[in-house]
Nanobody, 113 residues
Framework: VQLQASGGGLVQAGGSLRLSCVASESILGHVMAWYRQAPGKQRELVAGILSGGDTNYADSVKGRFTISRDNAENTVYLQMNSLKPEDTAVYYC?????????WGQGTQVTVSS
């Protein structure tokens, strides 16, 4: 599975961005997720969504970020609102196609104060 992430950019604190991740094949039945990695830090889970639509979020983004999926378009989204400087990171899309995991190339999100 190839994953193409887009939508990153530079935004002021309090602003919004919407990330998209398009898969090269059907994502139906797969767990999809967004991770992020800030400079000098480990990669962390931001949000995940199961095939049935159940979601989970890191505590740091609850209430601000929303993950969604469009199985017909093989696309996963991450709507990010009320962005903070600490959200600055490279954001990666991930697909779990048991027993393998796949990663996209990442998209940079920079939030200025």
């Amino acid at each position: 599975v190839q994953l193409q992430a887009s939508g990153g950019g530079l935004v002021q604190a309090g602003g919004s961005l919407r990330l998209s991740c398009v898969a090269s094949e059907s994502i139906l039945g797969h767990v999809m997720a967004w991770y992020r990695q800030a400079p000098g830090k480990q990669r962390e889970l931001v949000a995940g969504i199961l095939s049935g639509g159940d979601t989970n979020y890191a505590d740091s983004v609850k209430g601000r970020f929303t993950i969604s999926r469009d199985n017909a378009e093989n696309t996963v989204y991450l709507q990010m609102n009320s962005l903070k400087p600490e959200d600055t990171a490279v954001y990666y899309c991930s697909a779990l196609v048991a027993p393998y995991g796949y990663w996209g190339q990442g998209t940079q999100v920079t939030v200025s104060s």
